[in-house]
């Protein structure tokens, strides 16, 4: 029987386990797993009911063929709603309908759960080694690479010492940053994503009556969801398009959207199931201007808030509790149990002094593999095993999630999911894309089995 070793038990190494087991009765499937709670990974793992599901429930079903898979588990749950497709649902609400449905897979005998952390991998013939933290080596003919998340990585300073104090928390996913708080101090939070908005929604319920920072290069914050429109689907206007001709012709049908009174966020939608299709035909370079241009329009307008929370946002705003700093943080300095940051504001271009009691590092998953200090991808990347993406946003590899190695390899023993593909299909991370992602690398690899 051959074996397929998953490294990484988030949602994308169980999806491809689901997949292989449901396709092949004559494989062993091993997920090796650190860190988090098996399927729930870094996303799944909280346990604030604040926390919601940035995608709706109609569109989190686990099963692409069964799309209301999620919202008829939710009503077996007693959960009511009129419009329960359009909700957002706590994200450990979600926690639980992935295990309940992975727990079915569990006593499986061709699933093994190994909780440990893989160290290296090495390749003999037509067999990898998987070497683990606990000191044992495992056996397998495939490999799917399910990383998932890293922590963001630190931000720029001339001086570094801060980041090793245990006022700075580099991980926003962990609840550590709310331990021993003191209320009335002030705290800064770089990153004004949707990390941001979960960090202050939490940071809140301990009574903090302090003063919130946030800071990000441009200052923006998510956009609320509003009501749910249609916009026709446009794509074919888009194909073979330049980034500017595609910039400029979604703005015509924002326009276009405004003058019939649909909103913009319904042509934003009309988009997303063809993203990965426009970014692949985008050059490097465009793509690179994407990155410095334009990501942040599409970051707010694509990534956006349930209108409740929104509204606590707008409110704290406008208390004074919650500050949004559009600008660069140059230094963040020790001072006694303190830091004191400059941050060379954007509009004035003058420096911005702050002094905090503890700062939250909310600037998303660190997705440049070179910076990476995770051994693993060190192993992997001096063997020429991965190799990191011209963009520098995950590793190399085809559409189809086929890693290259060397310099042109494309293998077809080796393969990768989720977050490690940015770099190649941008949009990667949310369920709707690695689900898909899982179903077409078990159908690769159990043609060829
Ligand atoms: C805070 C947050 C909220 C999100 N909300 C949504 C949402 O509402 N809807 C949506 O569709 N998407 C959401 N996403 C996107 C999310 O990334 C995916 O939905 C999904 O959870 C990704 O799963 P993953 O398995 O790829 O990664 P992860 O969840 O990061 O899991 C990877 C797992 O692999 C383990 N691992 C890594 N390396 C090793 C190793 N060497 N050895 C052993 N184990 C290893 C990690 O410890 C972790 O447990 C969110 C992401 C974040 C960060």
Redesign the pocket.
Known sequence: MKTIII?????????SAMQLLDIRKDILVKI???????A???????NDPD?????PAG??SLFPNLPDHFTDWLISKNYRSNDLANE?IP?NV?GNYITEVFNSYKNNKQLEI?D????DVEKQTNKYSVF??NGKTIAGEKII??????LPSNPKSKSTSYFNTANYFQD??NPAYLKNIYKENSILLIGTG??MV?CVLSILKTGFSGRIYVVSPRGYTPAPHGKSDNYPDFYKELIGRSLLEIFQTVRFHVKKAEKANISWRAVIDALRPHVQKIWIALNTKEKQQFISHIRHIWGIARHRLPVSTFNEIVKLKEKGQLEIIGGRITTIEEKKDNASISILLRKKSITRELIVSRIINCT??QINYKELK????INLLRKKMILSDELNMGIKTEISGKIIQNSQDVSSDFYA????LRGVLWET??????RNQAALIAQQITETE
């Open positions: 490294i990484g038990g988030g949602l994308s190494g169980i999806l090796i797993n650190a860190s988090h709670p098996i729930l990974g870094v996303a799944y793992s909280t926390h919601l599901l940035n995608v569109k989190m957002f994200r979600f190994i440990a952390e893989a160290t683990l933290s690479l399910a990383f998932g998340n890293f926003p996913w949707l990390t979960d998303g998953p995770n051994e693993l991808v999911i989720g977050n490690l991370t949310a369920l709707p894309e690695i």
